[in-house]
């Protein structure tokens, strides 16, 4: 399960997506776990997510907030734009003392700026080395970088084109597209703000 | 999944959600290629259909495969995890299970919405078993193979298709040369693509020995990635 991993775009659009994955270690601190995986998705609540999901449900985009808290079992998220939130986010959790594994999705050195921040210290890394074999049959590089917010893949190439076919039509503005790509990313870790973005980019590019 | 014709008014508004394209209009109504679709249910999911005729029924034995490795809010029976893969470093500063010194790799078949069939997992775990790799005993892959030493997958499964599939593996960081090696000949041999990753352990003094050797062979990787903050407890010693 890497989906927070292989999220594709330059260096200026990936520094507004961090994704925060909270779980326990099946077998050896799960017991319980429900609670603390609610007062996980509490916390960052308090600091501005544009996502949060628990994959038994959906995400914030496909529920309401609190039944996706409610919902909290086995592993959830929330998505950040800003570097700052992911910082008072990890002091918080560094606090409440949860026990449960929290791992941060970004770019490296901005993340290992927020963990020294925070007072942590990062302990495993997952590195990608990107797109092997017959890269022949991938979309273009636009599209990836908005399908690959969904790790899953629920969010097919064709949707992210007739979103962008409705923003150059005048029929969605990029927000109202975003928020129709949103639901399809089950775990809750697509970005719709760097969503939007991506996608007006498609559209004017296109015009 | 398929489709009831007799309740579809091929409106068109599935076609666009199908991750794998294998939804068209024939004779008036929508229809599913069964080869192609992987069961993930994405179409029924997004509501999108405004008669419900979207209709998932659960498939036997080994089409059964395409729904539990293609739609991630189905929890495998084996592994307690939703989703394709295991935990892995996710939960690293509770299990140990990624000690300093190895590398742990992971291969996505099918990744990002290409879709695989498990004939070109079985072709790459047969050449990552002949480096000694040992695949992850709680990984769905693993748990399809005859034998872990040779990495073959069970002849019934080979051309089911999946939107993707993880091998997941590790072995001593010396290796790491030699098995990249072998993994980027065989990946010329694939008919999908693959998306590819490491895992390691920090060193005490906050650096990763893996980035070090990744950039002395010159082999690219992200800017972004992911890390455990070791926030999980009881901590392990590793």
Redesign the interface.
Known sequence: ????????GT?ES?SE?YVM?C????G??DEGHDQKLQEFLRITLRHDPVNIGA??LGNMYSHKTEEVVNAAH??VHAVFVKQDDVTEV?KE??KA?????????????K??EC?EKAG????????????????E???SDDI?EV??MC?????????V??MVREIKAGTKTPEEAAKVLA??C??GIFNPVRAAKLLAAMAAKES | MRIDPEVCIACEAC?????M?AISIKDDVAVIDQDECVD?A?CL??GVCPVDCIIFEPAPWPRSLRTTFSD??T?HKET????????????????GR?KRGWV?L?C?F?????GTRFRDVDKVAQVLAKHGVIFEAKNPVTILMEDTKTGKLKEEVLNEKV??A?IECMFPIEKFKEVISA??EV??E?????????????DPD?S?P??KM?DEMG????????????????LAEV
């Open positions: 399960m890497t989906h927070s991993l292989h999220r594709r260096a990936l997506d994955l779980l326990p270690a099946i050896i601190n994959i038994t086995g592993i990890l959790l560094d003392n949860l026990g449960m594994s929290v791992v941060v999705s970004g770019i490296f050195e993340v290992d963990c942590l210290k990062h302990h495993t890394a997952n590195f990608s080395l990107g797109i092997w074999g017959r890269t049959k991938l979309p990836l399908t690959t790790g899953h893949a629920m969010i097919s190439a064709n949707l084109k007739d639901p399809q089950a775990c | 076609i666009p959600y199908c991750p394209e993930c994405v999911k997004s991630p809010r929890e307690r995890i939703a989703g394709r893969g295991t935990e892995e470093m996710k939960t690293n500063d509770v299990t990624f742990g992971g996505e099918g990744r990002p919405g290409v939107l993707s993880i993994l980027r990946a010329k694939i008919d999908t693509v693959m998306s590819v990753e490491c895992i390691n352990r920090a906050g990763y893996l980035r990744l082999i690219p990787y992200y800017i972004n990635g992911k890390q455990n903050v070791g926030l999980g407890r009881p």
